[in-house]
């Protein structure tokens, strides 16, 4: 059923949570937009933005979201070493990239001719160095470049108002995200980690790389992306487990 977010609908919303006691005093629109937009220059701010991303839904974090606000960008002397392994399986799992992959596209786009990492190189990269933040409780600071998805998403002609785009891997993960975060500037196609192209482990060939949302959003070992009216289930594997959907500031 295609989502829709209204804004008394999500007043109610917010007033319920208020009742609730998940969100506390007479709190103004500015400050409810920082509660979602917490700090991730800090471990103080990662596991703030943890639990209040966590406590609110989907609908209300969709509304507060701001395209406009960037995630903490850091210094090469900040990149995290070694920087942690993390999937939903064991590195001894990792597998290699299935021989003649090649990116696949579907649902509202013009063009659904499939892309190679040389093609994808061809287009302009982006590169960051941002702060993944784990549910779990921890974070680490890696550097990541690759292809902007808003770059990608208008060379296939893609209807950005569709409302979501998803994400299918070949080691069987899955996710996906609301069409305002895939637009976001930071949200990229990552090819390269740490300046060398990327290897299984880290998500090879290309992965999703996405600093507003938490770790388990970034998808790795990319084998489809879809932009698409509706979403199979709750919209992934661990958010069909019960995590929520949006998880993002």
Request: include cysteine.
């Amino acid at each position: 059923m295609k989502q829709v977010f209204d804004p008394a609908g999500v007043r109610s919303e917010l007033r319920s949570l208020q009742r609730r006691g998940l969100i506390r005093g007479g709190l103004s629109l500015g400050s409810l937009a920082l509660l979602t937009g917490c700090d991730l220059g800090t471990e103080t701010g990662v596991n703030a933005a943890l639990w209040k991303s966590m406590s609110l839904n989907d609908r209300v974090q969709a509304w507060l979201f701001n395209p406009k606000r960037m995630a903490t960008q850091f210094t090469e002397a900040d990149i995290t070493k070694p920087y942690r392994f993390n999937a939903f399986y064991e590195d001894w799992q990792v597998q290699p990239v299935p021989t003649g992959w090649q990116l696949e596209v579907g649902g509202r786009v013009a063009d659904k001719t499939p892309w190679s990492v040389e093609k994808l190189r061809t287009l302009p990269q982006e590169g960051q160095i941002t702060r993944h933040v784990c549910i779990e409780g921890w974070s680490q600071i890696g550097q990541w470049s690759g292809v902007p998805l808003s770059t990608f998403l208008a060379r296939v002609g893609a209807d950005t108002k569709a409302p979501f785009v998803t994400f299918k891997c070949f080691d069987g993960y899955s996710t996906s995200i609301d069409m305002a975060s895939a637009l976001q500037a930071q949200t990229i196609l990552a090819l390269d980690f740490l300046g060398k192209p990327l290897t299984p482990e880290w998500g090879a060939p290309v992965r999703l790389r996405i600093p507003v949302k938490l770790g388990f959003k970034s998808a790795k070992s990319i084998a489809s992306i879809e932009v698409a009216d509706r979403l199979e289930k709750k919209g992934g594997y661990w958010e069909d487990q019960g995590y929520n959907w949006f998880s993002g500031s």
